[in-house]
């Protein structure tokens, strides 16, 4: 009986790695070589181009800056667990500040809190 509750929960436990999505912006190689498709020099590849260019912003771009991995393959890859996750806000947390403006105009414009769209707001009439 506990062998059986064992192998049903190995079972589990490797389903649900198996469904598990596996962003190529946050992967280390070890994460990439387990997709099926996916081999060291492979990972080594996808690994080497992200550190050196950044993260992917979509699967267009993984396919035109890893070499070998062509709109087939992507495809491929996806089906057994690959994602290119939101790489926005990887390059937003990575975006310099801006510079302090030079004069007091735009200094007091920078500081003013931004406005956002309110709902417009309903009309008044005042009768005397």
Same mark, same amino acid.
């Given at each position: 009986m506990i062998r059986k509750l064992l192998a049903a929960a190995a079972l589990i436990a490797v389903a649900t790695h198996a469904f598990a999505a596996? /962003?190529?912006n946050t992967a280390? @190689?070890?994460?990439? =070589?387990?997709? #099926?498709g996916i081999g060291p020099a492979r990972a080594k590849a996808i690994?080497? @181009? =992200?550190?050196?260019? *950044?993260?992917? #912003? /979509?699967?267009? @771009?993984?396919g035109q =800056?890893? #070499? *070998?991995?062509g709109g087939h393959t992507i495809e491929r890859l996806q089906? @057994? *667990?690959?994602?290119? *996750?939101?790489?926005a806000t990887v390059a937003t947390a990575a975006a310099p500040a801006p510079a302090p403006a030079t004069s007091a105009a735009p200094a007091r414009q920078a500081a003013a809190p931004a406005k956002t769209p309110a709902s417009p707001a309903p009309s008044v009439t005042v009768k005397k």
């Open positions: 596996i /962003d190529v280390n @190689e070890d994460a990439l =070589r387990g997709i #099926k690994v080497d @181009e =992200r550190s050196a260019h *950044g993260p992917f #912003k /979509d699967t267009a @771009e993984l =800056r890893v #070499k *070998g991995l089906a @057994e *667990g690959l994602s290119v *996750g939101p790489a």
